[in-house]
């Protein structure tokens, strides 16, 4: 298939590019391929980008848009999702939809290799007249420690690239292997597509990492053995300047190969954007919880939770649930004993002045020995005992 | 002759200032003569380097609230001095009491010397939260190398908030059973990541 005219100008799914999606591969296959991972790994990334581009397809004058871009993820245990859809107003008037999803699920570790399942699949429309739509089914094992790991992967599926045309089937093969120094994750892939009668082969090498504040990530590659595919080099970088915790400014620019399985055309880019990220809000509990299973005595289970007050003194509760005395004593308190005083029928408290930095203290209840509590990081002392530490910020 | 003098005056300075010191904090006066005195000799030696007596004078009230005997609170405060050096030899003279602490901590959770010095080097911000960050996931039983380079990526950009609440999530996941270093590096991910930038 050679590029041809500008039917579907718009291609904004992160997924539709193969260092791209390899990368975000990455990201979820070091995820899954860690940990036994419990629920409560689970997290949600929540963005929307908006912003302007300009766009050269290869064959055909530059054009100017601006668009809106909305993304979802979420991983967790054995399962992860990632959803993305751009909505693109040209200079010409003319606007494009696009929206695409990826779902997968993650077996567990089998001799130190997980198996994924996953379905990709995605739509758009270009004006009034233009319509694309693809599914994939795609299978891939992997094996990953903390450093390093590496994948294979296959796929089939369909895609369509005319309502009046039959869709044509389409399969994929592809190897990668990742490594991670500190912040940044580089990537070596190369695949071989078949999509009807056009088949083309990608490597290409994917670098993500972080200078100072910034986020920096850039792909090069390179297409060959091509049939209708288009052939050639190809690279793009992009750069996410961090404004606060939740806006960051994003520069990109490069250019990109033909996506036949998508219906993109082969293109140059620059673009400018506002980024809007959010997170899944963590729990404000500051300490380990009891395990549901935990012995339920005062020694065992008591708990300590560290809050800075509004006024600057630092709240120090204690949860000792039958506890009758409860006293504290550590390095803000001289080492002397405190008294604390009942808040609930469970919990124990004071409010004191404690400054800034690591402090060290025990707990003792009922007048029996100085422990370490729950809700502190639990040293070996000097004097032969536990000392729990905990920072107030 | 005249050395021997100097030696005889030097000595006197110290035991004057010594005395002078525990006179003049009554808190030494919970410690039993004999302690007091190889505790402020310790103490003292401390500051004339330029060390924080603060933690010193604490780690012996310990001992004392505890019921030590004097020879483990004098142990135990010579240890804490020594191990204040080097944090401070880690840190640079510029380090503050609280990052001297926060690097004993760290120091003894099995991050290195260098370590410190390359959290210096990478974070302009206070280090006592990072440090303390990276000696509680070490006592989390997050391998210190792990611990070490995870608290490394972080320390540039983000904030004490950012650094405690990244320890509360490897912490929570541990107490739910995910493999300490495992729980670390998804961590680290999920607070590093970013949704790659979309291509028009």
């Known amino acids: 298939m050679q590029p041809r005219a500008p039917r579907h100008p718009v291609d904004p799914s992160p997924t539709n590019d193969t260092a791209r999606r390899a990368l975000a591969a990455v990201v979820l296959g070091v995820t899954c391929a860690l940990m036994p991972v419990r629920a409560s790994l689970a997290q949600t990334w929540a963005t929307l980008d908006v912003g302007f581009s300009e766009i050269r397809y290869d064959g055909f004058l530059a054009s100017t848009g601006a668009a809106i871009t909305p993304g979802f993820d979420w991983s967790g245990r054995h399962a992860a999702i990632a959803a993305r859809g751009t909505y693109l107003r040209f200079e010409s008037g003319n606007r494009s939809l696009q929206g695409s999803f990826v779902g997968s699920l993650i077996s567990a570790r089998w001799h130190g290799w997980r198996a994924e399942a996953a379905a990709d699949g995605g739509a758009s429309s270009y004006a009034d007249f233009a319509r694309f739509w693809h599914a994939i089914g795609e299978v891939r094992v992997l094996r990953a420690s903390d450093h390093r790991g590496l994948w294979f992967s296959a796929s089939a599926g369909r895609t369509s690239f005319d309502k009046d045309l039959p869709s044509r089937p389409l399969a994929t093969g592809s190897v990668a292997a990742w490594t991670r120094h500190r912040s940044l994750v580089l990537l070596l892939s190369a695949s071989r597509a078949f999509v009807g009668d056009t088949q083309y082969s990608d490597i290409g090498v994917t670098a993500r990492g972080q200078r100072g504040s910034w986020e920096l990530e850039s792909a090069v590659g390179a297409r060959f053995l091509s049939r209708g595919a288009g052939r050639g080099v190809y690279g793009e970088a992009a750069v996410i300047l961090p404004v606060d915790q939740h806006f960051a400014v994003v520069f990109s620019g490069g250019r990109y190969p033909t996506d036949p399985i998508r219906g993109s055309i082969a293109g140059r880019f620059i673009s400018a954007a506002i980024r809007l990220r959010l997170r899944s809000a963590t729990p404000e509990v500051p300490t380990l919880r009891l395990q549901p299973d935990a012995p339920h005595d005062s020694l065992s289970s008591s708990t300590l939770t560290v809050n800075r007050e509004s006024s600057g003194n630092v709240r120090l509760t204690v949860r000792a649930p039958k506890a009758r005395l409860v006293e504290i004593a550590g390095d803000f308190t001289e080492w002397q004993p405190i008294l604390l005083a009942r808040t609930s029928n469970e919990t124990w408290g004071i409010v004191t002045a404690i400054a800034r930095g690591v402090h060290q203290m025990n707990l003792r209840i009922d007048g029996g020995a100085w422990i370490a509590p729950r809700g502190t990081t639990r040293i070996n002392g000097d004097y032969g005992d536990e000392v729990g530490t905990f920072v107030v910020p | ?200």
């Open chain 2, 1 to 200: 002759m005249r050395s021997l003098a100097a030696c005889l005056g030097l000595m006197g300075c110290v035991l004057l200032s010594v005395r002078s010191a525990a006179a003049q904090d009554p808190r030494y006066q919970r410690l039993d003569p004999d302690t007091r005195a190889h505790v402020s000799a310790v103490i003292d030696s401390a500051r004339t380097v330029g060390l924080p007596t603060e933690p010193l004078i604490q780690r012996a009230l310990e001992g004392v609230l505890k019921g030590a005997g004097s020879d483990r609170i004098v142990a135990a405060v010579r240890r804490l001095a020594v191990d204040l050096g080097v944090a401070r030899s880690a840190l640079g003279s510029g380090a503050s009491s609280a990052e001297l602490e926060a690097g004993v901590a760290a120091l003894r959770a099995g991050a290195t010397p260098t370590v410190l010095a390359q959290l210096r080097e990478h974070r302009h911000q206070s280090l006592t939260v990072a440090l303390a960050v990276l000696a509680d996931l070490a006592a989390r039983g997050v391998p210190v190398d792990s611990a070490a380079a995870a608290v490394l990526v972080l320390a540039p950009t983000a904030r004490d908030a950012d650094l405690v609440e990244f320890r509360r999530a490897v912490e929570r996941d541990i107490a739910l059973g995910a493999p300490p270093a495992a729980a670390t590096s998804v961590r680290l991910d999920a607070t590093a990541r970013a949704a790659a930038p979309g291509r028009p």
